[in-house]
Nanobody, 118 residues
Framework: QVQLVESGGGLVQPGGSLRLSCAAS????????MSWYRQAPGKEREFVAV????????NLADSVKGRFTISRDNAKNMAYLQMNSLKPEDTAVYYC???????????WGQGTQVTVSS
């Protein structure tokens, strides 16, 4: 059974930090690119960051470059999103997403709420 379980969300003040975690199971983690997406109220889901399955290369949305870092630990089947210098506009539900390097398999987590407010 495939599972992606996010954790680490919460309420934080502007300028603060959070670290999101995504625990994966039920598939060969190392062969999947791992991404984070977010969806704010009334807006479409948008790409935040990706860590590829090969060499762990990363890419981030322009809106979070310099503030967020994505990483993965293939030995633990975990993906992470370190979020620093958070802004109110970062408020959203953050989703973990896995897509296979070899086939059309795609999986979403259930999401974790991040609220940036004073």
């Amino acid at each position: 059974q495939v599972q992606l379980v996010e954790s680490g969300g919460g309420l934080v003040q502007p300028g603060g930090s959070l670290r999101l975690s995504c625990a994966a199971s039920g598939f060969t983690f190392s062969t999947y690119a791992m991404s984070w997406y977010r969806q704010a109220p009334g807006k479409e889901r948008e790409f935040v960051a990706v860590a590829s399955s090969t060499f762990g290369s990363t890419n981030l949305a322009d809106s979070v470059k310099g503030r967020f870092t994505i990483s993965r630990d293939n030995a633990k089947n975990m993906a992470y999103l370190q979020m620093n210098s958070l802004k109110p506009e970062d408020t959203a539900v953050y989703y973990c997403y896995a897509n296979s390097r070899y086939n059309s398999n795609r999986y979403w987590g259930q999401g974790t709420q991040v609220t940036v407010s004073s």
